[in-house]
C-alpha cells in the first residue's frame, strides 16, 4: 500500500514534468475506482495548467484553474510519466496528457480516486477532519499526550488514526513503537509525556527517513521517472517476527491488532 513516504515521492517525482503545463487531453479507461471518477473532471481541467501540486496525507493535490484535482492512490495505485504513445497496460485506467507525455494512472485493484474540488480544499469532507501532517510543527509531543488521554484504543491503532495524526502507517507505526520503547499493546491514555516526546521524534525519523531514501519496499510503486520504487529499509521490527531483536537478541513477538501485522519485542519495550 502507498505510505505517506511512496505519496511525497510520487508528488516530488512527477512535478517537474507536469508542472505549470497545460492538460491537453485526458483519457479515461476504467472510471469505477473506490468511488467514481467525478464527472465534471474533463471539462473542468481540459486546456487548464497545473499551477501547483501539494500532498496531504496519502491525498495528492493538484491546483488546476478554478479548483483542484484530487487523487489518492489507494491500495494499489501509482502515477509515472510516459510518453504519450506508450500503449497502456491492463490496469493503466487514466490520462493526463500534457502534449507528448502523459501522467499515467495504473490501479490494479481500484481503491484510488479522481475527484474534483470546485471549492477549497481544507473543507473537503475527505480532508477536513485530517489530523495534522507529522512532518509539520502542527504535530508535536504535548499536542499527542493531550489527544491521547482517556483513550483506551491500543497505542498502536491510536497513532494509525487519521484524525490524530495523518500518514503514520502500519509500517511507521511497527517502526516508531520499537525506536522509543514503547509497547503497541498498551492503551492510548497510558502514555507518558516523555514517552510522547521520544514517540514523535521517532515517527519524524522513520518517515522522513523514507521520504529520503524514495519509499519503502511497495511492489506497485513505479517512480516517477519510471524506475520501480523498490526501496530497502533498515526495518527493525516490521516484517521480522520471530527474528531476534536488534538490542537483546531475543525473538520479536507478531500478533494482530486492527486486523494488521503488528510485531514488537516483550523485553526492550515497555
Ligand atoms: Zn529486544
Known sequence: MPEL?????????????INNKKISGIVIRQSQLRWPVSPELPANILNQKIRSGARRGKYLLFNIAQGHL??????????????????????????LQFGTISLRYSDPRRFGCWLWIGGKPEEHKLLKALGPEPLTENFYADYLWQKSRGRHKTL???????HVVVGVGNIYANESLFMAGIKPIRKAGTL???????????????LQRSIDQGGTTLR???????????????????????????NCAKPLKEIRLGGRSTVYCVHCQT
Not at 5 to 17: A, D, F, Q, S, W
Not at 78 to 91: G, M, Q
Open 5 to 17: 513516504p511512496e505519496v511525497e515521492t510520487t508528488l516530488r517525482g512527477v512535478m517537474p514534468h
Open 70 to 95: 484530487l487523487i489518492h492512490l489507494g491500495m494499489s495505485g501509482s502515477l509515472r510519466v510516459v510518453n504519450a504513445t506508450e500503449p497502456p497496460l491492463f490496469h493503466d485506467h487514466i490520462d
Open 156 to 162: 498502536k491503532e491510536f497513532i494509525m488514526d487519521n
Open 192 to 206: 507518558t509525556k516523555k514517552e510522547a516526546a521520544l514517540w514523535v521524534e521517532k515517527i519524524r525519523f522513520v
Open 220 to 246: 506497485d510503486f513505479v517512480g516517477g521517472d519510471g524506475k520501480p520504487g523498490y526501496f530497502q529499509q533498515q526495518l527493525l521490527v516490521y516484517g521480522r517476527g520471530d527474528q531476534p531483536c536488534v
